[in-house]
T-cell receptor
Framework: DQQVKQNSPSLSVQEGRISILNCDYTNSMFDYFLWYKKYPAEGPTFLIS?????DKNEDGRFTVFLNKSAKHLSLHIVPSQPGDSAVYFCAAKAASKLTFGTGTRLQVTL | DAGVIQSPRHEVTEMGQEVTLRCKPISGHNSLFWYRQTMMRGLELLIY????????DSGMPEDRFSAKMPNASFSTLKIQPSEPRDSAVYFC????????????FGPGTRLTVL
């Protein structure tokens, strides 16, 4: 039973445009949400996070939005750059544990 | 600062053999996590330790899997006997305190069981 779902396995976006990655969750006990970025042959690296008491967090080109009533969060990257091409994992935290989605592969094309 | 260190980076073994994966967390980090990544299930938490003590091993798939943390700077994940379905990338992550949100991941060990 996947508590964190990323329904789009892949996404292709043109350089300079906005990338929107989506994530849905089912567990109301999650109190913190994170996005990780992963390049091939490397471990995931932390990108941005948001507390469950907020609905938006922004860091440079990256913004995460949280809609608690819909149990949905999204990551916006604007403008998208070729170096953003990677797999993005959504993660949700309850107690000390992170539950990850299956990832979305983002390809930013020239 | 050295990040989380994992060894080996790649392991190819035959079914039935014992496999040991190793992890050195970031110095000063008190919590350590073992994950497995597969295409179908993404990143799954297998087990985590606080101050070298296993806290939650509910993600360990079978008794063939075991993990130890004999001291603050070293942990092992052992599979005995290994099976082809264990083929995956295994990640170790650490964090300063269990309640801290961000975990720092190692580069992973790609395991192939033939």
């Amino acid at each position: 039973d996947q508590q964190v779902k990323q329904n789009s396995p892949s996404l292709s976006v043109q350089e300079g445009r906005i990338s929107i990655l989506n994530c849905d969750y089912t567990n109301s006990m999650f109190d913190y949400f994170l996005w990780y970025k992963k390049y091939p042959a490397e471990g995931p690296t932390f990108l941005i996070s948001i507390s469950s008491i907020k609905d938006k967090n922004e860091d440079g080109r990256f913004t995460v939005f949280l809609n608690k009533s819909a149990k949905h969060l999204s990551l916006h990257i604007v403008p998208s750059q070729p170096g953003d091409s990677a797999v993005y994992f959504c993660a949700a935290k309850a107690a000390s544990k992170l539950t990850f989605g299956t990832g979305t592969r983002l390809q930013v094309t020239l | 600062d050295a990040g989380v260190i994992q060894s080996p980076r790649h392991e190819v073994t035959e079914m039935g053999q014992e496999v040991t994966l190793r992890c050195k967390p970031i110095s000063g980090h008190n919590s350590l996590f073992w994950y497995r990544q597969t295409m179908m299930r993404g990143l799954e938490l297998l087990i985590y330790f606080n101050n070298n003590v296993p806290i939650d091993d509910s993600g360990m798939p079978e008794d063939r899997f075991s993990a130890k943390m004999p001291n603050a700077s070293f942990s092992t994940l052992k599979i005995q006997p290994s099976e082809p379905r264990d083929s995956a990338v295994y990640f170790c992550a650490s964090t300063r305190l269990a309640g801290v949100n961000e975990q720092f991941f190692g580069p992973g060990t790609r395991l192939t069981v033939l």
